[in-house]
């Protein structure tokens, strides 16, 4: 799944953490801003480049958008 990664500031000392979204707009490698799914409003600002990942993320310190994982499951499900 392409998306685009959001940096998330860790609180009280803890690590920084990268919060995966899926991407909702093309990506031309050079990019001021990227859309993402699960907002029509928010996106990505200076973002680095669209990722595959993989839904079943498993990597320390990094996660998926709830709200995007969402939509990507509701889209996979109406297509079966
Ligand atoms: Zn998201
Ligand atoms: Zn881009």
Request: with cysteine; net charge negative; aromatic share 4%.
């Amino acid at each position: 799944m392409l998306a685009t990664a959001e940096r998330v500031r860790g609180t009280n000392g803890q690590s920084d953490t990268v919060l995966w979204h899926k991407s909702a707009g093309r990506c031309n490698g050079d990019c001021d801003f990227h859309a993402i799914a699960c907002s029509t409003e928010d996106g990505i600002v200076l973002p680095g480049p669209v990722q595959n990942v993989p839904l079943d993320l498993a990597k320390a310190g990094e996660r998926w958008c709830l709200d995007c994982l969402a939509i990507i499951r509701a889209a996979r499900s109406a297509k079966d």
